[in-house]
Each structure stands twice: as structure tokens, then as C-alpha cells.
């Protein structure tokens, strides 16, 4: 019997050496580390990458405080029950959320932070960056640095033609739409609902080299403009054209087009490596919670920061208004078919109401929103660190029609 187990033993243990072995030629030795130290990812992640900062304004305008907290919790007392809990603040704690914050129109009605958060903490935005970088692939056309979203991503990346004349058909609106028709591997261990090693969510976010991932290995498994798929190498490929269009990195381009000129705060946008020096652009960047609102603040008024235009009018409405033409059959059932709906824009993700109007948000894992309610005026900033009694996708819609 101990024979039998030392055997067993051996084998699975000379099955993972291999494993691990062969990872390292694949992604390299410090995917293999990074992979086994951090595993899955949460909201200090920041903490264990290099750091490129984005200086905000020099001075610029604050919100006027009228609290209204009783009425603001009051809002979540349904998602309190429903959870289990006695109170809102119960609720809070248990829930992992670091912070909510509520703006109607220039004035905060609730700034509250919980488990150990504070105003000052660095708040990690998980896949909100992505709602930044659509921003700034509307002010590189502003800029005239990029000509158009349907221009072909190979004007700006040539090289992948050279790998694959196919990309050629994908332009910057495919990738924005998360329609690019790019391989993304989303295995799972057999038997169980754990990716596998090899799954591009973990590739791409702890590989030390994504600019030659994206040069040199992602494949196009599908046409162009045909399917949805949620993927992050869409977003990667976003943020390589900025760089190569602008000729600077993503984080200087986000300071000099939004955080210099309106962010009270600094921030952080974590790199693959220092030798690749690149942005992890689909979730890595990291800046206060007040900033996450100042940004939502900004979409709201359709670019106009008290009288300055940072950003067109246009790329704001184009870029966060559902597009109809699309065929909801694309998309997961979960989105719905009925006059109650989600979609899916340009890196902002969107709810349409029974009565025609809308609300658009950015959205990342772990309980990150920056969530919009045009007709009501209002922005709504959530934080937090577990999806275990919080939905991105459905909590703060039911909260946004209880709001006056």
C-alpha cells in the first residue's frame, strides 16, 4: 500500500515538474512564478507589479458635500435582504465593498469607505480600465493620431501582417466592440471551474511580455465583426495602437488627456515588466475613488469639464450608446432580448430601461463600477473585493431606478 501511494505520489509530482517545465518554455519562468505566487487576482495585485505614475491636476474644481446617507442606504435595503443581512452597514463588511460613492449632479450625497479603505487608499479599477483606454482612443482622434475606428489595426501594428494577413480585416472598432473574432483560450481544469494554466485570462495578465504576446502569438480563430467574446487581448491590441499612434507610453497619454487636467488625485498603471515597460491595459489601473467619479462626472456631461471640452461630445455619445443594428443573438442570453436589456459598447458596458432611457457604466471584476444615469444626473462609484453578495451587472440598475 505505501509502494502503491509513493508511486502515485511520484507520478503526480513529476506530472506537475513537467507541466511547469513546459509553461516556462511557453510563457516564461516568471509567468510560472507570478502564476503560482498570486494566483487569482484581486485588489492589491498592483503591490506586486511595477508601477508607472499619472500626476493629476495642479488644481482643479471640487463637488460641493450635501450628505445624504439614510436615503443612499435606504436605496440597497432590498439588496440587503435579499443577502442575508440586518443592515446596510453589515452589508458593506461582509460584502468586501471598499467604497460608494453617490454625485447628483455637482454635489456629493454619499462618500463612504469600509474595510480598512479611506479617501487617500489606492482603489485597483479590474476591468474599468477599459472604459480609460476607449477614452483615449477617442482623444487620439481628436488629436488626428488616429484617423478613424475603421481604420485596420495593421495600419498602426504592420508587423501582424507578416504573421497572418487576416489581420488586416480587424479594425479598432472590432476590437472595441470586443468583436475582433482573436483566439482566447478560456479552459478550465478538467472536472473542475478552475482555468488552466494556460488560460488567456492568466496569460495575458501575468506574462512579463504582453507587447510580443500580442505581436507574436495571439491567432485569429474567427471572422471579424461576426461574434462576441469578452476578451482582453482586444483591449491589450487598444492600448498597443495608442502607443504606436501617439509615440508615448498609454500612461503619459492618459495624464496629458485626463489626469493633469481634471484628476484631484495621482495613479498607477501597473507594467508587464520593467524591461518590456508596457501597461497591462484591460484592468491594471489603479487611482482613488474620487477619481473613478471625477471620470463618470465627465462622461455624464458628455466630455465638458465645467466649460472645457476634454473630449468630444461625440466620441462620449458614440461610444457609450447601444447600437441597435447589432443582432441581440450575438450576445449571451444573460444580456436579454426584451425592452429591459445589457449591452455592450465601445469598453463601456450599458443598461436600456422598459421606458426607453439608458445608463451606461464601466465595469470590472471584484465589484468595480463607475456607473452613469444620464437622465437622472447622477454618478455612482461602488469598490470592493468579492462578487459574493454584489452583481456589477444588475445591483446598481436596480439601485439607479429607485433614485429620485
Same mark, same amino acid.
Given at each position: 500500500?505505501?509502494?502503491?501511494?509513493?508511486?502515485?505520489?511520484?507520478?503526480?509530482?513529476?506530472?506537475?515538474?513537467?507541466?511547469?517545465?513546459?509553461?516556462?518554455?511557453?510563457?516564461?519562468?516568471?509567468?510560472?512564478?507570478?502564476?503560482?505566487?498570486?494566483?487569482?487576482?484581486?485588489?492589491?495585485?498592483?503591490?506586486?507589479?511595477?508601477?508607472?505614475?499619472?500626476?493629476?491636476?495642479?488644481?482643479?474644481?471640487?463637488?460641493?458635500?450635501?450628505?445624504?446617507?439614510?436615503?443612499?442606504?435606504?436605496?440597497?435595503?432590498?439588496?440587503?435582504?435579499?443577502?442575508?443581512?440586518?443592515?446596510?452597514?453589515?452589508?458593506?463588511?461582509?460584502?468586501?465593498?471598499?467604497?460608494?460613492?453617490?454625485?447628483?449632479?455637482?454635489?456629493?450625497?454619499?462618500?463612504?469607505?469600509?474595510?480598512?479603505?479611506?479617501?487617500?487608499?489606492?482603489?485597483?479599477?479590474?476591468?474599468?480600465?477599459?472604459?480609460?483606454?476607449?477614452?483615449?482612443?477617442?482623444?487620439?482622434?481628436?488629436?488626428?493620431?488616429?484617423?478613424?475606428?475603421?481604420?485596420?489595426?495593421?495600419?498602426?501594428?504592420?508587423?501582424?501582417?507578416?504573421?497572418?494577413?487576416?489581420?488586416?480585416?480587424?479594425?479598432?472598432?472590432?476590437?472595441?466592440?470586443?468583436?475582433?473574432?482573436?483566439?482566447?483560450?478560456?479552459?478550465?481544469?478538467?472536472?473542475?471551474?478552475?482555468?488552466?494554466?494556460?488560460?488567456?485570462?492568466?496569460?495575458?495578465?501575468?506574462?512579463?511580455?504582453?507587447?510580443?504576446?500580442?505581436?507574436?502569438?495571439?491567432?485569429?480563430?474567427?471572422?471579424?465583426?461576426?461574434?462576441?467574446? !469578452? #476578451? @482582453?487581448? %482586444?483591449?491589450?491590441?487598444?492600448?498597443? =495602437? /495608442?502607443?504606436?499612434?501617439?509615440?508615448?507610453? &498609454?500612461?503619459?497619454?492618459?495624464?496629458?488627456?485626463?489626469?493633469?487636467?481634471?484628476?484631484?488625485?495621482?495613479?498607477?498603471?501597473?507594467?508587464?515588466?520593467?524591461?518590456?515597460?508596457?501597461?497591462?491595459?484591460?484592468?491594471?489601473?489603479?487611482?482613488?475613488?474620487?477619481?473613478?467619479?471625477?471620470?463618470?462626472?465627465?462622461?455624464?456631461?458628455?466630455?465638458?469639464?465645467?466649460?472645457?471640452?476634454?473630449?468630444?461630445?461625440?466620441?462620449?455619445?458614440?461610444?457609450?450608446?447601444?447600437?441597435?443594428?447589432?443582432?441581440?443573438?450575438?450576445?449571451?442570453?444573460?444580456?436579454?432580448?426584451?425592452?429591459?436589456?445589457?449591452?455592450?459598447?465601445?469598453?463601456?458596458?450599458?443598461?436600456?430601461?422598459?421606458?426607453?432611457?439608458?445608463?451606461? !457604466? #464601466? @465595469?470590472? %471584476?471584484?465589484?468595480?463600477?463607475?456607473? =452613469? /444615469?444620464?437622465?437622472?444626473?447622477?454618478?455612482? &462609484?461602488?469598490?470592493?473585493?468579492?462578487?459574493?453578495?454584489?452583481?456589477?451587472?444588475?445591483?446598481?440598475?436596480?439601485?439607479?431606478?429607485?433614485?429620485?
Amino acid at each position: 500500500m505505501k509502494r502503491c501511494l509513493k508511486i502515485i505520489s511520484l507520478t503526480v509530482l513529476s506530472f506537475v515538474l513537467i507541466l511547469l517545465v513546459i509553461l516556462s518554455i511557453q510563457f516564461t519562468p516568471t509567468y510560472v512564478y507570478r502564476l503560482i505566487r498570486m494566483n487569482v487576482p484581486d485588489v492589491y495585485d498592483y503591490k506586486n507589479f511595477e508601477n508607472h505614475e499619472i500626476q493629476g491636476a495642479k488644481s482643479t474644481n471640487t463637488f460641493i458635500f450635501q450628505h445624504k446617507d439614510k436615503y443612499v442606504e435606504s436605496l440597497f435595503s432590498e439588496l440587503v435582504t435579499k443577502t442575508g443581512f440586518n443592515s446596510f452597514e453589515e452589508w458593506a463588511i461582509e460584502s468586501q465593498t471598499t467604497a460608494l460613492i453617490v454625485i447628483k449632479k455637482d454635489t456629493i450625497i454619499y462618500e463612504n469607505y469600509f474595510n480598512g479603505f479611506n479617501r487617500d487608499s489606492y482603489f485597483h479599477s479590474q476591468s474599468m480600465a477599459k472604459s480609460f483606454i476607449s477614452f483615449l482612443i477617442g482623444a487620439a482622434i481628436d488629436d488626428g493620431l488616429i484617423t478613424s475606428i475603421d481604420d485596420p489595426i495593421t495600419k498602426y501594428v504592420p508587423e501582424l501582417l507578416e504573421r497572418d494577413e487576416r489581420f488586416r480585416k480587424i479594425t479598432i472598432k472590432n476590437l472595441l466592440e470586443m468583436r475582433s473574432g482573436l483566439e482566447y483560450n478560456t479552459s478550465l481544469i478538467p472536472f473542475t471551474n478552475i482555468h488552466s494554466p494556460w488560460h488567456d485570462e492568466a496569460v495575458g495578465y501575468y506574462h512579463p511580455n504582453v507587447r510580443k504576446l500580442l505581436l507574436d502569438n495571439v491567432e485569429i480563430s474567427s471572422e471579424p465583426g461576426r461574434d462576441f467574446q !469578452y #476578451a @482582453n487581448y %482586444n483591449t491589450s491590441y487598444l492600448g498597443l =495602437i /495608442i502607443e504606436r499612434a501617439t509615440n508615448q507610453s &498609454v500612461s503619459k497619454y492618459l495624464e496629458q488627456k485626463l489626469w493633469s487636467k481634471i484628476m484631484e488625485y495621482d495613479a498607477l498603471f501597473s507594467i508587464d515588466s520593467k524591461e518590456s515597460n508596457f501597461e497591462y491595459m484591460p484592468s491594471r489601473l489603479i487611482a482613488r475613488a474620487i477619481d473613478y467619479a471625477r471620470f463618470g462626472k465627465l462622461m455624464l456631461n458628455e466630455g465638458n469639464w465645467y466649460g472645457n471640452q476634454i473630449i468630444s461630445k461625440d466620441w462620449v455619445l458614440e461610444s457609450t450608446r447601444e447600437n441597435k443594428s447589432i443582432p441581440r443573438d450575438i450576445y449571451p442570453r444573460w444580456f436579454g432580448r426584451s425592452d429591459k436589456r445589457i449591452f455592450y459598447k465601445y469598453q463601456w458596458w450599458g443598461h436600456v430601461n422598459k421606458d426607453s432611457t439608458y445608463h451606461f !457604466y #464601466a @465595469n470590472g %471584476n471584484l465589484g468595480q463600477n463607475i456607473y =452613469i /444615469i444620464p437622465h437622472k444626473e447622477t454618478v455612482i &462609484v461602488h469598490c470592493g473585493n468579492s462578487l459574493q453578495y454584489y452583481s456589477s451587472d444588475f445591483d446598481l440598475w436596480h439601485v439607479a431606478l429607485l433614485l429620485d
